[in-house]
């Protein structure tokens, strides 16, 4: 088995700061995805990575950086943060072309002041 | 593109009960779909999915889908509840190899 780490758990920043979230897998898979959550909602891709050295955007790219450092590893930036994209941020890994089954982190939740 | 529709928000039923969480697809030729179940503040977690061959998937914890080309259908059934499959309950379908669409969610509240 494996596992997927996020830090922060908790991250609390002002309007207007930059941000970034880290995410680990240990599963050795090559593909990566950073979620949005809103309360009560459902998932919204951000980003996603297919293999190492590659970055799509998803259906919420805007306002938000992605660096997939190496395999292992998947970051994602808040350029700007404004009250209302305070949620759950989520991260997820598959096998390559293995969207259908992902393994997903615990989460970290922003909240902007 | 695919998408998946979960036409109920909550479902309540007592432990003991069985259940069914509804999921229906749009088709967009290959059909795979799969559940994931979330605990309050935790992750989703993988339940199972459909690929082929059999209609009737099982998973983890007793859970099992039904696929139906018919009804364009992918329910999640459970033949008796417990209080800890209190969770909100998502179905997704692929929209490429590469990335999924996750329908909008059911909660599902287990009533000792």
């Known amino acids: 088995g494996g596992i997927i780490t996020q830090t922060p758990k908790f991250l609390i920043g002002q309007e207007g700061q930059k941000l970034t979230l880290k995410c680990q897998q240990n599963f050795n898979h090559d593909t990566m995805y950073w979620y949005r959550q809103d309360s009560g909602k459902g998932l919204r891709l951000i980003y996603y990575?297919?293999?190492?050295?590659?970055?799509q955007k998803g259906d919420l790219s805007e306002g938000y950086d992605a660096s997939r450092e190496k395999k292992s590893s998947f970051s994602l930036t808040v350029t700007s943060a404004q009250k209302n994209e305070m949620a759950v941020f989520l991260c997820a890994s598959s096998i390559r072309g293995g969207a259908l089954e992902q393994y997903f982190g615990p989460g970290t939740r922003l909240t902007v002041l | 593109t695919q998408t998946v529709s979960q036409s109920d928000a909550h479902v309540t039923v007592f432990e003991g009960d069985s259940v069914e969480l509804r999921c229906n697809y749009s088709y967009g030729g290959s059909i795979y779909l799969s559940w994931y179940i979330q605990h309050h503040g935790h992750g989703l977690q993988f339940l199972l999915k459909?690929?082929?061959?059999?209609?009737v998937v099982q998973g983890v914890n007793g859970f099992e889908a039904e696929f139906s080309k018919s009804d364009s259908s992918f329910h999640l059934r459970k033949a008796s509840v417990h209080w800890s499959d209190s969770a909100v309950y998502f179905c997704?379908?692929?929209?490429?190899?590469?990335?999924?669409?996750f329908g909008d969610g059911t909660q599902l509240v287990v009533k000792p």
């Open positions: 990575s297919i293999t190492e050295n590659d970055l």
């Open positions: 997704a379908v692929p929209n490429s190899n590469n990335r999924i669409f």
């Open positions: 459909y690929y082929s061959g059999n209609p």
